[in-house]
C-alpha cells in the first residue's frame, strides 16, 4: 500500500473524521464529535494557520498527518507542528509514515518552514526511535508547557 497525500478539502470531511475519532481513541484523548468538527474544519477551508493530508487513497484513507504553522524568531522564521499524525493500525509497520515523512518534510522545508516539532508520549518508544530516525531531537534545557484557554485557574 502507498503513503500517496492527498491534501484535505472540505469534500473529505467525512472520510478524516473517523481516521481522528481512531487516534483520539488511541492516545486516550477526550473530544467530542463536534469539537473535532470544528477544530478540522478551518483547516480544510485552506486556513493558512495548517493543513491536513490523507495518507493512501483518497476515496479510502488509511490515515492522517495534521500540520500547524507559527513562527518562531528563534528557528529564523515559519515553523510547524505536526499535531496529529496516524495511520490505522492493521497497516502499520509497512513504512508509510516514514514514506509520507520523506514526501512532506522537503516540500515544507521548500515552502519556507525552519524547524518542526512534535509531541511524542514519554512511555512510547516505538514513536521515540521512529522520529529520532528521521532527525528529531529531544531539546535540551526544554519541556512543553500548554495553556489551556477553558482550564480552571487558581487566583
Do not use: C
Amino acid at each position: 500500500m502507498s503513503a500517496a497525500l492527498h491534501l484535505a478539502t472540505e469534500g473529505d470531511l467525512d472520510r478524516l473524521l473517523p481516521l481522528i475519532a481512531a487516534y483520539h481513541t488511541f492516545e486516550t484523548i477526550e473530544q467530542t464529535d463536534a469539537a473535532r468538527r470544528a477544530a478540522v474544519t478551518p483547516l480544510l477551508q485552506g486556513s493558512p494557520l495548517g493543513a491536513i493530508w490523507l495518507i493512501g487513497p483518497r476515496r479510502g484513507p488509511v490515515g492522517y498527518i495534521a500540520i500547524t504553522f507559527g513562527w518562531s524568531i528563534e528557528m529564523g522564521g515559519m515553523d510547524g507542528f505536526i499535531d496529529e499524525f496516524f495511520i490505522r493500525e492493521n497497516v502499520r509497520g509497512r513504512g508509510m509514515g516514514a514514506e509520507v515523512l520523506s514526501a512532506l518534510i522537503p516540500q515544507l522545508a521548500s515552502a519556507g518552514l525552519k524547524a518542526l516539532h512534535l509531541e511524542v508520549a514519554t512511555d512510547n518508544s516505538r514513536a521515540q526511535k521512529f522520529y529520532a530516525k528521521r532527525g528529531f531531537k529531544l531539546r535540551d534545557r526544554y519541556n512543553l508547557m500548554t495553556w489551556l484557554a477553558d482550564a480552571p485557574r487558581r487566583p
